[in-house]
């Protein structure tokens, strides 16, 4: 970098001021400059991450789910018990590009907290849950039965995408009929029957 370019470069505090400032555009800009600095970031993330507004919380979330410093663990985890929904699901989602062994359930409990507006009913914790395999499968079937008509559909979403990645080789359409035809739409004794049908087959998996 010459001495021009880094005298153009924003330093560290004042990208910290911009991540705090009101202007979506300006924070969002400021996020995107601490990002490249990588793990030096951090700090200023996680400061963050305890900001009175949610949006600067949420952001700060997603930051330290792209820097993926490990040191960032343990404040993501208290995050996905945020007041707010959007900052639960980022923190959750951040904790699972982070490996964490808590993400899974993380990801579980904030299924229907961060909606995807563009594409329903998909959520952002839907996302890393439908790319996983057989250890979603235990956590996501209870979920089959949840007494919310879109959180069963989510589910079913995500044990259909975790069926297929992690068996390749299974004709879903054929297990899905042999375990009872699940619907999240359906009658309460078909689909807890279902379910059940499905608990059973996880098990077996096992």
């Not at 490996?99 to 961060?114: E, F, K, P, Q, V």
């Not at 007494?147 to 054929?174: C, G, I, M």
């Not at 999240?184 to 689909?191: A, C, L, V």
Request: proline share 6%; hydrophobic share 45%; glycine share 6%.
């Amino acid at each position: 970098m010459s001495r021009r370019e880094s005298a153009l470069t924003p330093s560290i505090e004042q990208l910290r001021v911009g991540l705090f400032d009101a202007d979506p555009d300006t924070s969002g800009m400021a996020a995107a400059g601490l990002i490249r600095m990588g793990t030096a970031a951090t700090p200023v993330f996680l400061e963050a991450l305890t900001h009175a507004h949610a949006r600067t919380r949420r952001i700060a979330a997603e930051g330290l789910g792209e820097v993926a410093d490990p040191a960032s663990a343990n404040a993501l985890f208290e995050a996905t018990h945020d007041t707010d929904g959007t900052v639960r699901a980022r923190a959750a989602t951040a904790l699972h590009r982070l490996g964490d062994s808590r993400a899974l359930a993380a990801l579980i409990a904030t299924l229907n907290d961060y909606p995807d507006v563009l594409h329903s009913p998909y959520t952002a914790s839907m996302y890393p849950l439908m790319r996983g395999g057989k250890a979603v499968l235990p956590m996501v079937i209870p979920l089959l039965q949840a007494s919310d008509a879109l959180t069963r559909e989510r589910a079913f979403l995500v044990l259909q995408a975790a069926v297929r990645n992690h068996y390749p080789k299974q004709d879903w359409l054929r297990l899905w009929q042999s375990l009872g035809s699940y619907a999240p739409d359906g009658g309460e004794p078909e689909r807890e029957n279902a379910a059940r049908q499905w608990q059973t087959w996880a098990a077996r998996q096992a």
